[in-house]
Structure formats: structure tokens, C-alpha cells
């Protein structure tokens, strides 16, 4: 009971927390001691090549996911024109702008690496910059602390115009609106200013100290003030919410430094002095993320108005690395970037949170008190456990299924909470089963109650062959089998308690007595999996046979972790040299390693998913292969798993198809849809070269960009290395590179991580060198290629050489110019005919066909490529007719030849079969043409192919026989479907008279539920009735024992009497009301067992109703009245006016108000021209759409077992319907309570005799 109430109170719990997000995020910080030229932030963008700009008060920072460049006043001409650094601005065309203080306007020139600087002579005036933003044309709109905004042309290159605001030019920050205009803050609050230079102030903005504005996609203004308040203005209805109260009351009120909102597009984000973050899209919803200036990190919900705040805590690493917060920026891969003041930048990372990390220091309390997670399990009453190499503990859950914290395990023995859980599991008959290292096997009752243990016992060969336990595994007779760490694999009778061991010592069946799991293929074949000494296979029939590195065939390891078994007999194996897989049907042995995408080849723990994936989890990350198409894809810890390292065992798939994975961190909750997705890697960059170790400048159409370009490099510089990275803000330290040199080796080679090629002693000539990254999905980025040119000495270079081939070709040439002359004629006037003759023999083997050329004059006939049986001699047409062609088919031959030979046709084509052997014929298309005639028309000489068409005619009569069949299988399935139809009709039938039946057994169950509570309600009068009689009976016997002995005087007779007097008028009272609640009974149950009509006023019967009714409504929180007007005569059947009313209020006081809180319910009876109205409603929950479409579908209900059968509201629609023949409406929205209005004919309705 302890466990049970325990748990109804985590369930309460859970309910009350549902909102929460369950644990805190990881937060990453880069500080100075990372390559950062300062600690405190002033803005920070990332741009479209993927590095990250960071504005301070030392210099602008780039960042490319591993190092920082630092660009500095110093380094002039070329350097900034600040160190002072106020804001970044990344335009539309993807340039960057800079805001420096008092030193004007720079932009990053990326071909060159270079600053190229904006000043007085653009017409910037020496002022203070508090915000950029960009109109639609391209035009910087800068807003300053003096001359209002400045708006300057790109193009130009210079200030085209200055705007005032209401003659005051102190402007606090500007953001663009959306529309072709911009929102200013002002000292005395916000103003609109138009392109055109027209300004105004709406009024609910007045006075405001605002701090941070941002537009959302439907236009609306975000606005943090410096009081944290925080605003939305509705340009379009001039309205203003105010969302300040989801702050707790009692933080601290500091100013909002900036907003951002969290959407996909961020082409047009847009930073100022108020963090104008305006970002195109078409959602309005989503999440606003919120820096404030002391106050740490919040994030609001929009669409739930929930606020969500991280702060930094000096016990937690993870935690944010400062409260005081400068500006946000979301990039493109969802990585949040937080400036912060004197704490450098904190980095989030919004994918990582759906792998959903849970650790020591997750929540607020409530927290795991041993991160080294082992095992997991969902039980059948719902409760998730969760063993440790320290302990068991149960999961609480928010009412959407998140962990929001653990309790103790609640169990009877104590010494779970510091034991090795190695398994946990449940029997059919909900025991909870927990395998540990040490204790041995607890076996748990049902209630949790009580348990059984089961250690070792040296002199007991039927007990537990080792107490430390590995796992546990079911196979398809039920029975259990457990592995141990040296004990072998012991078989358990439940019944008996006993245990049946396999180990070395009493028989050869197991290499190894350390078991780490098992697997059990269709033909109920085990599979036994032991670390050092393979696999082992124990057949039904008692066979055995091991699988090792040495056996045929051989697994690349001896040391097994974790088993699985696919549907389709295929064995999966983890092993300390990859996933092995084993075809059991074919013995053919596979494996996934780091060569073919996993992460890491020690792979320690793995998991089937119901999606035919793979989870493995290895000392150097996660991996996930899908088992059908080989494909993996890979995480590690940037990537937000709990480590690198997964712990044996510790994997569960859950009821939803998630998975619970440990390791040495703790444990990732993941639903594998919400796996984040991983962009290839970007074109690597060639950032540095070193000739004979020293620095060198790489040529300007290669520095920074990665674009091809050409490096000329001396020959006494013999040695040289380039440097190359690929900006990764998410997964730098993931990504791994290759490189070639085209020219001295086509193979490329790996990287060892220092991100450098060095290359000696490469001889005079062109090279090209080409870089391409790979991430740890196997993707791979476009290779960037750069032309080298080794420079020869002048001894080596090409004119030298050509000088001395120069000499060497005259002398040869004089000897041999003659001979040549005459030899090349020659040989190409042969090749010319050889070419002709190869070109024809190709053409007519490549096609297949015969050639054929008949000079008739000169009466010979030549063939080509034959493939016919022809006479040896062809020396008469008709003859060779007769021996070649079919004799069915040598008619039509003959008839397209004479056509051709005497009736002037110039071309025909005639199919036949030809003999190609002893009763062997083949079809073939014969197509000829008359290639010249003499004088009389008569041809000279006819030339023409022969085509093999028998496929054609085999596929023609095959097309035939198809149609045939096809015709065949259509006559047979229409019949088919003739018979189906029949068994259909019937089982509607027999559906039908299965609804009635239904109906008749609700009616019944209503009677019932009206007795009991007419039961109830007459057992009271009753009681007091007897109290009555039995003191009246006592009071009786006192008397007449005081009369006889004559102790009665008039006082007491007086008293005696008012006595029997007060009893006997409640005996009467009470049993009059008894006969009452007895009588209305006895009518409205007559009417409801009875379905003859009769007359009978409408009104009086609804009273009889409600006095039937009352002692169910009387024990519920809920008023209810009813109206109904007098005399209202109808002929009808009374019990259904019963049914449907009881119906109504049931279904009010059932589903109406599941929070428990008290309603109100009336009914209304009116006679109205078109006949009879009765009107329900109540003031409930209402429906959504959903249960408005379902509410009268038989056996619909949304407390199924919960006492909602489904069928009340169908009866009511039926009795309307077809027994009173009226109509009935619902009008009901959520929240918005429930209307029943039903419609009776006016023909019920009787009229009183005058």
C-alpha cells in the first residue's frame, strides 16, 4: 500500500508539473582562455560561409568551431578602424558591417581579408551609434545618439540623408518593421518613422523605457523594457499585451538586453542597440528567447505563455555562464549564441535538448544520486525504473511523458539502493524481476509488497550459479534464462525456484562461463553470446556448435557484448571490433566498423528498434544503422548524449517506441523522429602555408574563401605545408579531413588532426592540391582545390629541355625525313580502307543483322554476318526460297520479290521463318532496296539486312496467352466479389440485431441504476421510522412498569403522552415520504419496462422524474433545476421521456466537468406552433470538434473504463429519432458548456377538454 499511495501522489505530482520542461539544457562557454581577445560581448553573427563574428571592445573576433582570429586597430591598413567594436550587421547580400565607436563605418572585404573604412569623407560624423538596421533596397539606416538616423548607400559609399524624430535626435535603437519602415526607441518611448522621413508615436507606447525590440512574422513589436517588462504592440489593431507576469514577482527587475525570435529563417536578422532581431516568416508562433542584464536567459512559449528561465550556477558547469547578458543570435543550424558581460559567450545548442540528457544535476531537486546508469524499465502499471551501478530509483513523469525528477525505489529490501543494477524486467504476472552484481536475483511481488532473493550457494548445484548477474532473457516457451559474469547461463523454474546451469564445468556447450546475453531464432535455436569466448549455438535437438575468430566461419572477435535477433533470422553481435552480423541461415558473417561509418569499434551496448534500426552505443559515441540498407548515422556528446561512453545493458525501448540509453553521464531520453539532422561540411578553406617553416601569404583568391587559386612556389623552398579548416560551428572537433596532391598521387590520404599538409621535395611542375572534409555520418564536404606550380631551376625549366630535344629531333630528323615521307602516304591510305571495312563489320555485328547484296546482272550474291542456313551455291532465287524460308511462308516471300523484280516497287519488307538448322526456324524481318535499273525497268542490283525479330514474335504470343488469362482472373474475381457482398449483407444483419440487443441492455442497466439509488433514498425514512418505533416500544415499557407500581403522577403522563405523540407523527411523516419515493418509483419504472403508448401529463411525469432522480443528483456538487409547462397532455410512451432526461444529466455530471468543480444544469419543456421543445444545457468543459462529430456513435466515449459505456447518448438519438420522430441538436464548444435541444412533432401533443 506504501508503494501504491506513493505512487498516486508522483502521479498528482506529475499533473501538477506537467508544464515544466524536466530538466535544465547543457550550456557550452568560449571565454579568453579559449582564443577570445576579451570577455565581454557586444554583438555577435554568423555569415553565410559558417564563422561566427564577434564584436568587442579589443578587436572583432571570427570563429570557425576550434580557433579565433582576432582582427585589431594594429593591424592597419588592413585592420579594423576600432578596436571598439558597438555592433555587427550581416546585409541581405551577406556583407559584413561594422559599427565601431567613434571611428565610422567598416566593411569586411572576405577576398582580401580586409577592413575597407567609411569616415568622415562618407559623411559620418563623429557621433555614437546605438543601432542598425537595412530597408528593402539595401540602404543602412543607422541611428545615433545625437543626429537621429543616418541613412547610407551601400552603393555609393556614403550618407544620402539624415532624419530627425519630432526634432530630437537621441534615438536608443531601430528595427526594421516588415513593411518598409522602422521602429524607434526613444527617450520618451517608441516611434514609427516611414522611408519617406514621416514619423509618429502611437500612444499605448508613450513613456515607455524600452530596451530590446523585435518584430515577429505577423508584424507585431516585441518590446523589453528597462523594468523587464515585456510588451507586444499590434501595429495593425493598436494593441498592447503585456506578458510580464509570466516573470516570477519577486526577481529582481532588471533590463531586457535583447530578443530574438526562435524561427528558421534567418536571411534578414537584424541586430541594434535594442537587439532588433527581424526575421520573414509565416508563423507567428513559436519561442522568444529573452537576455536580460542580470536576470540570466528566459524562453517564452508564445502559443503556450510559458516562461522558462536558466540562470547560472557556480555548482553547475553546465549551467549559464553569467547572469548579466548582452545579445542573442540563432544560426542556422539552431545554435543559440549568448553574449554575455565579463563571461565571454555561451553557446546552446536547441537539436541537443531532443536527445533529451539527463544527469546529477538536471533539476532542481529530486536529482540521480548515481550517474553510471545500467538498466532501464517500464513496468505494466506504468512506473519507469531506473538501476545504477549505485542504486534503483523510480522516474517521476510530467503528464506529456517527460522526466521531471526520481524517488527511492519504495521496495521491501533496503539494500537496493546501493546495489549494481545490472537488468530489470517483469514477469506476466507483473513481478518485477532486478538482476544485480552482487545481491543476486530479487524477485518482486505484483503490490511491490513483498520479494524473493536468490543468491549462490556453494552446496546447492539447483541455486543461482553466481550472484553477479548480466542479463535476462525470455525465449518462446516463457521460460527464463539468466547470464552471469561466471557462472554460464542458468535456466530458471519459477514454480520450483530451482535453477538448471550450462557452464564449462559439466559440459562443453559454453567456450566461456562469461555469458552477456542471449538470442533465440524462429526454429527455437539459442544464440549465446560470452566476452572472450565468442558465440555459441544450442540447437532443439541438443547440438551445439561455437563461433570464434578460429572457427569456419570466423567472427572478428572473441569478446561479445550484447545480442540481437531480426525477424528475418539475421544475428546481431557487439563486439570490442565492431557490429558483427550473422545470417543464420547462410553462415555469412558481416561487419560495421569505423571503416563503414561507426563511431567507434568498441561498441558495448545495442539495442533493436521497432524500425529495423540499430542503436549502438561505444566508447567513443552513439551510432544508428539502419540493418536494411547499412546506412549509420552517429552522434557523440557535442551532439548532446549524456558522454562518449555507453554503459552494457543499459538500453530500453519504451511502449512509444523511444529509447532510454545510459552511459557514464547519465542517460538520453530519445524519440528517434526528433533526431537532429546533420548538414554535410562545408568546403574546407586553405588558411595558412608555411614555406621552409616560416609563415608565407597565400595568394588573395584563395586566402579565406576556399576558391581555386594558384600558388607559385621557388625551387630552393623545398619544403612547404598549406593549413586548411572548415568553418563548423556544431561539429568542428567531429570533422575529419583528406587531402591529395593531383600530380604526385591520385590516392587521398587522412589527416592525422593537424589539419595540415606537408609536402618535400617535390619535383619542378604542376600540382593541384585538393582538401574535402568528412563528418561522422560519413558526408562528405565539395573538395577544394588550389593549382601549385613547383618553379624549376633554370637548368630544369622547359626551354632548357626543349633546347636539347630541339638539337636532338633536327639530327634524327634529316636522316629520316625521306623514308617517313613515303611510309606515311602509304599506311594512310591503308588505314582509310581498313577504317571502312572495320566501321561495316562493326555496324552489322553490333545490330545483329545480315547483310545482303544480289548483282543480278552479274549474277552473284554476297552475304555478310549470316546466321540462315543458305545452300552452298545460290545459284537460282527459287531454289534457295525453297531451302531457307518456311514453306507456310514461302508464298508471301515470293509475292513481295516479284513485286519487287517486275511490278517496279523499289523497296519491300517481308517477315517469314528461316531454317538455321535440321526442323530449327527463327523469324526474321528481311528489308530490301533496289539500288539501280537498266533501260527496260528491270532491276540491276537489289541490296538489303535480315533482322532476328524472333524475340518480337515470342513476346507478341506471350502477350496473347496474357490477355487470355488476364480475362480468366477477371471472370473469377467478379465472382468473388459476388460472394463477399452475400457475407456481407449478413454479418450487417446480424450487426444490427446486435445494436438492439445493446439497447435493451443499457435500458436495463438505467432501471438498475435507479433502483439502487431509490434504495438508497427510501432507506432513510425508513430508518428513522424504525428509531422511532423502537424508542416508542422502550418508552411504553418504562411507563407501565412505573404505572403498576404506581409511580405515575401527572406530570409524567403529560410527558409520556407529548412522547408518544412526537413519535408517532415522525413514524407517519417519514413512511408517508417512503410511499412517495415508493410510488414514483413504482411509475417510472412500470413506464420504462413498458413500450405501450398512452396519454399522460408531460409535467406531472417530469416531477415524478426528478423525485426518481434526485437521490442520484442530490450526491453530486452540481445544481440543476427544470421548467416544464403546466398541463401539458401528451400520447406517447412515458419511460422514454425517463431515458432521455436521465440520459442528459448522466452525460453532464460524467464528462461536463473533469475538474471536479461544481455546475449547474437546467432543463426547460415548452410547447412552442411547431410542437414540443425540450432544451438542455449545461455549463461544462463543452466539446471539441472531434467528440461533437462522435457524441452519438454507438460505444463513443472518452471515460472508457471510467464508467462511460458509450451508448447513453446513442439511445437518446434513437428515441428521438425513430420512436418519438423528432429531432435533436448539440451546440457546444470547448470551454463554452453543452446544448441539447430536441424538437418533438406537435402531433404528441393532446389538448385538455374545455
Excluded at 403498576?1044 to 405523540?1061: I, P, T
Excluded at 471536479?1156 to 412552442?1168: E, Q
Aim: aromatic fraction near 8%.
Amino acid at each position: 500500500m506504501k508503494l501504491i499511495l506513493s505512487s498516486l501522489i508522483l502521479l498528482c505530482c506529475s499533473l501538477l508539473c506537467a508544464g515544466a520542461y524536466g530538466y535544465k539544457p547543457a550550456f557550452q562557454t568560449l571565454e579568453a582562455e579559449h582564443g577570445l581577445s576579451m570577455n565581454t560581448v557586444n554583438d555577435l553573427v554568423t555569415d553565410s560561409r559558417g564563422y561566427l563574428w564577434i564584436a568587442t571592445q579589443a578587436g572583432l573576433n571570427r570563429y570557425d568551431g576550434k580557433h579565433f582570429k582576432i582582427y585589431t586597430q594594429s593591424d592597419a591598413p588592413n585592420g579594423p578602424s576600432a578596436n571598439d567594436i558597438s555592433f555587427l550587421h550581416l546585409s541581405a547580400k551577406g556583407e559584413l558591417w561594422l559599427l565601431t565607436e567613434n571611428a565610422g563605418v567598416n566593411l569586411y572585404q572576405p577576398l582580401t581579408d580586409t577592413f575597407k573604412v567609411f569616415g568622415a569623407e562618407a559623411g559620418i560624423p563623429n557621433v555614437r551609434f546605438t543601432g542598425i538596421s537595412e530597408d528593402a533596397s539595401g540602404a543602412l539606416w543607422l541611428a545615433t545618439d545625437k543626429l537621429g538616423v543616418l541613412e547610407f548607400s551601400p552603393s555609393a559609399g556614403r550618407v544620402v540623408k539624415t532624419h530627425r524624430i519630432a526634432g530630437s535626435g537621441n534615438v536608443l535603437g531601430i528595427t526594421a518593421d516588415g513593411r518598409g519602415g522602422f521602429w524607434l526607441a526613444m527617450l520618451g518611448g517608441v516611434s514609427h518613422l516611414t522611408q519617406d522621413g514621416q514619423s509618429r508615436s502611437p500612444d499605448k507606447l508613450r513613456g515607455l523605457s524600452v530596451s530590446a525590440m523585435t518584430i515577429d512574422p505577423a508584424g507585431n513589436l516585441w518590446l523589453g523594457t528597462d523594468n523587464m517588462e515585456l510588451l507586444r504592440y499590434g501595429q495593425d489593431d493598436d494593441s498592447l499585451e503585456d506578458f510580464s507576469n509570466l516573470f516570477p514577482s519577486d526577481i529582481t527587475r532588471v533590463a531586457i538586453a535583447d530578443l530574438l525570435l526562435d524561427v528558421y529563417s534567418h536571411t534578414n536578422h537584424h541586430h541594434n542597440a535594442i537587439s532588433s532581431n527581424t526575421i520573414p516568416a509565416t508563423d507567428n508562433q513559436g519561442h522568444l528567447w529573452i537576455s536580460t542584464s542580470g536576470a540570466g536567459l528566459a524562453e517564452l512559449d508564445i502559443g503556450k505563455r510559458r516562461l522558462e528561465r536558466y540562470e547560472h550556477s557556480p555548482a553547475d558547469y553546465r549551467s549559464l555562464s553569467n547572469q548579466t547578458l548582452t545579445r542573442l543570435w540563432l544560426d542556422e543550424e539552431q545554435q543559440l549564441w549568448i553574449g554575455t558581460r565579463s563571461a565571454g559567450i555561451a553557446r546552446l545548442s536547441l537539436p541537443s535538448r531532443q536527445l533529451r540528457h539527463i544527469h546529477g544535476q538536471s533539476f532542481e531537486k529530486d536529482n540521480l544520486q548515481n550517474s553510471d546508469i545500467r538498466s532501464f524499465f517500464r513496468d505494466s502499471q506504468g512506473q519507469l525504473w531506473v538501476g545504477s551501478t549505485g542504486g534503483l530509483l523510480r522516474a517521476k513523469e510530467s503528464a506529456e511523458g517527460e522526466i521531471i525528477g526520481f524517488l527511492p525505489h519504495g521496495l521491501p529490501l533496503p539494500e537496493l539502493t546501493q546495489a549494481f543494477i545490472s537488468f530489470i524486467r517483469e514477469d506476466d504476472d507483473g513481478q518485477l524481476w532486478i538482476g544485480t552484481r552482487g545481491l543476486g536475483l530479487v524477485i518482486v511481488s505484483k503490490d511491490r509488497q513483498s520479494f524473493r532473493q536468490f543468491r549462490h550457494d556453494p552446496g546447492n548445484s539447483t541455486s543461482l550459479p553466481s550472484n553477479t548477474l548480466y542479463s535476462l532473457f525470455r525465449d518462446a516457451q516463457r521460460q527464463f534464462w539468466i547470464t552471469t559474469l561466471d557462472g554460464g547461463v542458468a535456466r530458471m523454474d519459477v514454480n520450483s525456484g530451482q535453477f538448471s546451469a550450462i557452464d564449462r564445468s559439466n559440459s562443453n556447450l559454453l567456450p566461456e562461463d562469461q555469458v552477456t546475453g542471449m538470442a533465440q531464432s524462429s526454429d527455437g535455436t539459442l544464440w549465446i553470446a560470452t566476452y572472450g569466448g565468442g558465440l555459441a549455438m544450442l540447437n532443439t535437438q541438443g547440438q551445439y556448435r561455437h563461433f570464434n575468430t578460429d572457427s569456419t566461419p570466423a567472427l572478428p572477435s572473441n569478446h561479445l557484448f550484447s545480442i540481437f535477433m531480426e525477424d528475418n533470422g539475421k544475428l546481431w553481435l557487439a563486439s570490442d571490433n565492431g557490429v558483427i552480423s550473422l545470417d543464420t541461415q547462410t553462415m555469412a558473417v558481416d561487419r560495421i566498423d569505423k571503416s563503414k561509418g561507426l563511431i567507434g569499434d568498441v561498441v558495448y551496448l545495442m539495442i533493436l528498434d521497432a524500425h529495423h534500426r540499430l542503436w549502438a552505443g561505444t566508447a567513443s559515441g552513439l551510432s544508428v544503422i539502419d540493418t536494411r540498407t547499412g546506412k549509420v548515422r552517429s552522434f557523440t556528446r557535442e551532439d548532446g548524449l549524456q558522454d562518449n561512453e555507453f554503459n552494457f545493458g543499459a538500453a530500453f525501448l519504451d511502449r512509444d517506441n523511444s529509447l532510454y540509453i545510459g552511459g557514464i553521464n547519465g542517460f538520453n531520453h530519445i524519440h528517434p523522429e526528433d533526431l537532429p539532422r546533420r548538414a554535410p561540411p562545408r568546403a574546407p578553406s586553405i588558411q595558412s602555408l608555411m614555406l621552409m617553416n616560416q609563415p608565407a601569404d597565400l595568394p588573395q583568391s584563395a586566402k579565406g574563401k576556399g576558391e581555386p587559386g594558384t600558388l607559385k612556389i621557388n625551387h630552393t623552398d623545398t619544403l612547404f605545408a598549406l593549413g586548411y579548416q572548415s568553418a563548423a560551428l556544431t561539429d568542428a572537433h567531429q570533422l575529419s579531413y583528406e587531402y591529395r596532391m593531383l600530380g604526385l598521387d591520385d590516392n587521398w590520404f587522412t589527416d592525422n588532426d593537424l589539419q595540415q599538409a606537408t609536402f618535400t621535395g617535390l619535383s619542378p611542375g604542376l600540382y593541384q592540391f585538393e582538401v574535402r572534409a568528412r563528418n561522422i555520418d560519413g558526408a562528405q564536404s565539395p573538395i577544394t582545390a588550389m593549382g601549385i606550380t613547383i618553379e624549376a631551376a633554370p637548368w630544369q625549366t622547359w626551354w632548357a629541355y626543349g633546347l636539347y630535344l630541339l638539337i636532338a629531333t633536327c639530327i634524327l630528323g634529316l636522316l629520316l625525313y625521306m623514308k617517313l615521307s613515303k611510309y606515311r602516304a602509304k599506311m594512310a591510305l591503308m588505314d582509310k580502307i581498313a577504317v571502312s571495312e572495320q566501321r561495316l563489320q562493326q555496324a552489322l555485328s553490333s545490330s545483329g543483322d545480315e547483310f545482303w547484296d544480289w548483282e543480278i546482272a552479274a549474277q552473284r550474291l554476297t552475304r555478310s554476318n549470316t546466321y540462315l542456313s543458305y545452300p552452298p551455291q545460290e545459284l537460282n532465287l527459287a531454289n534457295t526460297l525453297l531451302v531457307v524460308i518456311h514453306p507456310d511462308d514461302v508464298a508471301k516471300v515470293r509475292a513481295a520479290m516479284d513485286d519487287c523484280l517486275y511490278r517496279g516497287v523499289d523497296e519491300f519488307e517481308v517477315s517469314y521463318r528461316g531454317r538455321t538448322g535440321e526442323d530449327q526456324w527463327l523469324w526474321v524481318l528481311n528489308h530490301g532496296k533496289v539500288i539501280s535499273r537498266d533501260e527496260t525497268g528491270r532491276p540491276e542490283r537489289i541490296m538489303g539486312t535480315v533482322k532476328n525479330i524472333q524475340r518480337l514474335k515470342e513476346a507478341e504470343e506471350a502477350l496473347r496467352e496474357l490477355n487470355a488469362e488476364l480475362e480468366q482472373r477477371v471472370t473469377v474475381r467478379t465472382q468473388e466479389l459476388q460472394d463477399k457482398n452475400e457475407e456481407l449483407n449478413t454479418l450487417l444483419e446480424e450487426l444490427r440485431q446486435t445494436r438492439d440487443e445493446l439497447l435493451d441492455k443499457e435500458k436495463m442497466a438505467t432501471l438498475g441504476g435507479l433502483v439502487a439509488s431509490i434504495t438508497h433514498e427510501v432507506n432513510t425514512p425508513i430508518g428513522i421510522s424504525v428509531t422511532a418505533a423502537s424508542h416508542l416500544q422502550d418508552r411504553v415499557r418504562e411507563f407501565t412498569a412505573a404505572f403498576e407500581k404506581g409511580e405515575v403522577d401527572e406530570d409524567d403522563f403529560v410527558l409520556y403522552q407529548s412522547e408518544v405523540n412526537d413519535c408517532c407523527k415522525l413514524m407517519l411523516t417519514n413512511l408517508e415520504r417512503a410511499a412517495k419515493l415508493i410510488s414514483s418509483f413504482k411509475k417510472v419504472s412500470v413506464d420504462q419496462s413498458h413500450e405501450e403508448l398512452r396519454e399522460f401529463d408531460l409535467s406531472q411525469y417530469v416531477d415524478e422524474i426528478f423525485l426518481s432522480l434526485n437521490p442520484l443528483l442530490s450526491r453530486t456538487p452540481h445544481k440543476y433545476s427544470y421548467e416544464c409547462d403546466p398541463q401539458l397532455l401528451v400520447n406517447s410512451n412515458p419511460g422514454i421521456f425517463y431515458q432521455i432526461i436521465s440520459n442528459l444529466f448522466n452525460n453532464s455530471i460524467i464528462h461536463a466537468y473533469p475538474d471536479g468543480r461544481s455546475g449547474t444544469l437546467r432543463l426547460t419543456i415548452k410547447r412552442t406552433p411547431e410542437g414540443i421543445v425540450l432544451d438542455y444545457r449545461d455549463d461544462g468543459c463543452g466539446m471539441s470538434q472531434e467528440i461533437q462529430d462522435n457524441i452519438f456513435t454507438p460505444f463513443f466515449t472518452t471515460k472508457r473504463g471510467k464508467g462511460g459505456s458509450g451508448l447513453g447518448m446513442n439511445i437518446v438519438y434513437n428515441l428521438v429519432h425513430q420512436v418519438l420522430e423528432g429531432d435533436i441538436e448539440l451546440i457546444t464548444a470547448p470551454h463554452q458548456g453543452a446544448h441539447f435541444i430536441i424538437r418533438l412533432p406537435k402531433s404528441m401533443e393532446l389538448h385538455r377538454p374545455q
